[in-house]
């Protein structure tokens, strides 16, 4: 018992001797002790009847609105099967499956504070972010590998993730044994063949979407500039240009790889595979006003097809075929494009800035541009500058 709270009882025990010794009236003693007639016929009760003189809890014996302890039992226990699901989703999830007589979301988030179920981590992560977004399904993918580790076998998994940007709808969340240009392919292939091809793909400047380095382009974005598909990539130490990829990792980690191991590639692809339909059709997500992604995602109309047709390019341009050096020949100079372009035709053509700076392109894409006077790339990114499908989709559409 704090010391303030020892002296006050010490008091009221001496009222009430006093009181009880006719030494003066009940009515002096309350105005010498500062009290009222009813407090003070409180106190001399209570000491007759052996009840203790401190202050007692203000909270009702009986809370109407209270939690009933069955139904706290059942929230508590399907907060143990998705332990990283914070209460508003939860409830979300409650809902959605058809169970009606639930508590609200603050009063499912007292319960988990009641029993232990938030750690201050988990307060931070809830936290929600404010992100660009597109309009529309396929606009643009985001893609990025969620870092290796090691199975049960001993194998190291890389989980290739892929999401859509506007619904965040989960396209790919694969188990692959490496990062190379071949597995990614296949992999794409196998997501193009079932939801067709986005006009835009953000990923970082790793193997193998890009290079940091100077050698110019990877395969991987000459293959999709072939498929009219336009390669972004976020700067270089700024993982946050990806912040919707980064989202999804995070909550991959948090919700299922904590929890999970793997035996093998198969059992990989089965248990990630449960995650990405939970993902998908179960977990609700704040951006989308707690709906999940599966509500407002469509496949592409883009479908894919594996033949490359040729590109036919316009009087205007000058044809150059890439050596297998990924040297182009222009005015009888040699410079390094990419050895991701060797054997393939790419077209240059003046820039109307100046006769000294000479366009490069392929296909749709404008590619480069090099500065002839003093023979060197003024830069080399890929741009999509004219016959974009959306425009031709669009006038169709009309």
């Not at 009880?20 to 009290?35: D, F, P, Q």
Request: hydrophobic share 30%.
């Amino acid at each position: 018992m704090p010391w303030e709270e020892k002296v006050i009882v010490t008091m009221r025990e001496e009222f009430v001797k006093r009181v009880l010794s006719h030494e003066k009236s009940k009515a002096e003693l309350c105005r010498e002790y500062g009290i009222s007639r009813p407090t003070g016929d409180k106190w001399i009760e209570r000491y007759l009847n052996g009840q203790p003189l401190c202050d007692q809890s203000r909270a009702p014996h009986i809370v109407g609105n209270k939690t009933n302890d069955e139904v706290e039992k059942f929230i508590v226990e399907y907060r143990k099967k998705y332990p990283a699901i914070g209460a508003t989703k939860i409830h979300r999830m409650l809902r959605d499956e058809g169970i009606t007589d639930i508590p609200c979301p603050r009063t499912i988030n007292d319960i988990f504070k009641r029993n232990g179920l938030i750690t201050k981590e988990a307060s931070q992560i809830a936290t929600p972010y404010v992100r660009f977004e597109k309009s529309e399904p396929n606009e643009m993918w985001q893609a990025d590998f969620k870092g290796h580790f090691a199975m049960r076998n001993g194998v190291r998994c890389h989980p290739l993730d892929i999401i859509d940007d506007c619904s965040r709808f989960s396209l790919c969340c694969a188990p692959l044994a490496g990062e190379t240009y071949i597995e990614v392919r296949q992999q794409m292939e196998h997501i193009f063949l079932k939801y067709g091809m986005p006009f835009s793909f953000l990923c970082d400047n790793g193997t193998p979407w890009g290079t940091s380095q100077s050698t110019g382009f990877s395969r991987f974005e000459v293959w999709f500039m072939e498929l009219g598909i336009l390669t972004l990539h976020g700067r270089i130490f700024h993982p946050q240009t990806q912040g919707k990829e980064e989202r999804f990792n995070g909550s991959l980690t948090r919700e299922f790889l904590k929890y999970e191991s793997f035996e093998d590639f198969e059992d990989a692809k089965i248990k990630l595979d449960k995650y990405r339909d939970f993902y998908n059709t179960k977990r609700p997500h704040y951006a989308l006003n707690l709906d999940t992604p599966a509500k407002h995602y469509h496949p592409s109309e883009r479908a894919y097809t594996p033949d490359i047709s040729e590109w036919e390019y316009s009087d205007e341009y000058k044809l150059r075929k890439v050596k297998e050096s990924g040297y182009v020949t222009i005015r009888n100079q040699g410079y390094y494009l990419s050895e991701a372009f060797s054997g393939k035709t790419i077209a240059v053509k003046e820039s109307n800035k100046g006769q000294h700076l000479i366009n490069l392109y392929f296909r749709q894409f404008r590619i480069g541009q090099i500065d002839i006077e003093k023979r060197v790339f003024t830069f080399k990114k890929a741009y999509l500058i004219e016959n974009d499908p959306r425009f031709a989709e669009a006038k169709h559409k009309k």
